[in-house]
C-alpha cells in the first residue's frame, strides 16, 4: 500500500533498522524493487530524483505507475514515492502529482530562506498527510569533485532544522554520491553521534549508500540512521547484468532481442541487490 514515509520511519527508529530508499528510472526498475520488497516483507521507498521524473515524462506519470503497480501486483508492504534532492518546484510538482513523500534540498538557499521554504513545505505535506525530508548542509559527490571527505553538517543547524518539524533530516557525515574515492576518510561516525544527541528520535538518512562498507552501515544505524539512499549499486548491477547477457550472444538466439528477455538479466539483478541491502539494513519482515 502507498503510504508516506513518516511511520515506517518512526517504527525503523524504534526497532534499531533502516529503511531502503531505492531510486527508480523506469517500469522494470520499479517492478524489481517492489517484488523485492514484497517478496522480504520489507518496507520500501522509491525515490525518484527530478531527472528521472523527467525521463518517465513527468511525476504524475511516476506517481500513476506505482500506484496502478502496487494495486496490479498485490503489494501488502508500505511503499512510499519519493521525490529526491527536490527543488521548491519540483517539491510543488510532486505534491501535485500525488507523491507521498518530498525531499527539500534547500542546501543552495541561504539558510533563512531554506528555512522559510522549508516551513511553507512542511504546511502542506501535514495537510496532505505526505512525509518531507530536509537536507543540512550540502552532500557532495564525484561530480562536483569531492575528494578524501564528503562534507559534514553542524550538528547545532540540524537540530534547528529538525525542530522545524521534518519528518526525516539528511546530514553531511563524510558521506559522498557516487562511487567513492579510493582516499575516502570514511563516515564521520563523530558528526552522527553529535546529531542524533541533539536531535533525538529524528530519523536520520544516509545518502550516498553505494560503496559504504558493510560495518560502517551497521555501525551509523546503530547510531540513529533510519533511511538509507541507494542508487549507483543498482544502476551499476544492471549494467553489468545486461553487459554479460550481450557480450555471450543472447540476444542474437532466437527471440533473445525481445526487450522482455534483453532487459531481464538486469532486472533479476536489481531484485538479488535490493534483497542483500534490505537484509543488511534490517528491514526484511518488518512490514
Ligand atoms: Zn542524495
Known amino acids: 500500500m502507498l503510504v508516506s514515509a513518516k511511520e515506517m520511519l518512526e517504527k525503523a527508529v524504534a526497532g534499531h533498522y533502516a529503511v531502503g530508499q531505492f531510486n527508480i528510472n523506469n517500469l522494470e526498475w520499479t517492478k524489481a524493487i517492489l517484488t523485492a520488497a514484497e517478496e522480504t516483507k520489507s518496507p520500501v521507498i ?19 505507475m506505482v500506484a496502478a503497480m ?3 501486483m498485490g503489494i501488502t508492504v508500505p511503499v512510499a514515492t519519493h521525490l529526491d534532492h527536490g527543488s521548491y518546484d519540483g517539491c510543488k510538482k510532486c505534491i501535485e502529482a500525488g507523491f507521498t513523500s518530498i525531499m527539500f534540498d534547500g542546501s543552495k538557499y541561504p539558510i533563512e530562506e531554506n528555512v522559510a521554504k522549508t516551513k ?22 564525484e561530480e562536483d569533485g569531492v575528494v578524501g571527505q564528503g562534507e559534514c553538517a ?21 558521506n559522498i554520491h557516487g562511487k567513492y574515492p579510493e582516499n575516502w576518510a570514511g563516515l564521520s561516525f563523530e558528526t552522527l553521534d553529535a546529531i542524533q544527541k541533539l536531535t533525538g528520535d529524528m530519523p536520520l538518512v544516509l545518502h550516498g549508500g553505494t560503496g559504504i562498507p558493510d560495518d560502517m552501515i551497521k555501525k551509523a544505524i546503530d547510531l540513529g540512521v533510519a533511511k538509507i539512499n541507494v542508487n549507483t549499486e543498482c544502476q551499476l548491477v544492471f549494467a553489468d547484468a545486461t553487459r554479460k547477457y ?8 532466437g527471440k533473445g532481442f525481445d526487450p522482455r528477455k534483453l532487459l531481464k ?13 534490505m537484509e543488511l539494513f534490517g528491514s526484511v519482515g518488518k512490514a
Open 46 to 64: 522509491l525515490g525518484v530524483s527530478e531527472g528521472a521524473g523527467k525521463y518517465m515524462t513527468g511525476f504524475k506519470t511516476v506517481q500513476d
Open 70 to 72: 502496487v494495486d496490479e
Open 120 to 141: 511553507e513545505l512542511i504546511e502542506i505535506c501535514r495537510e496532505k498527510g505526505m512525509s518531507l525530508e530536509a537536507e543540512v548542509g550540502a552532500i557532495g559527490g
Open 154 to 174: 553542524d550538528p547545532n543547524e540540524c537540530k534547528m532544522i529538525a525542530d522545524l518539524g521534518v519528518d526525516m533530516l539528511a546530514a553531511g557525515i563524510g
Open 246 to 253: 550481450i557480450e555471450a550472444g543472447k540476444d542474437l538466439e
Open 265 to 277: 538479466p538486469g532486472y533479476e539483478a536489481i531484485i538479488d541487490k535490493v534483497k542483500e541491502k
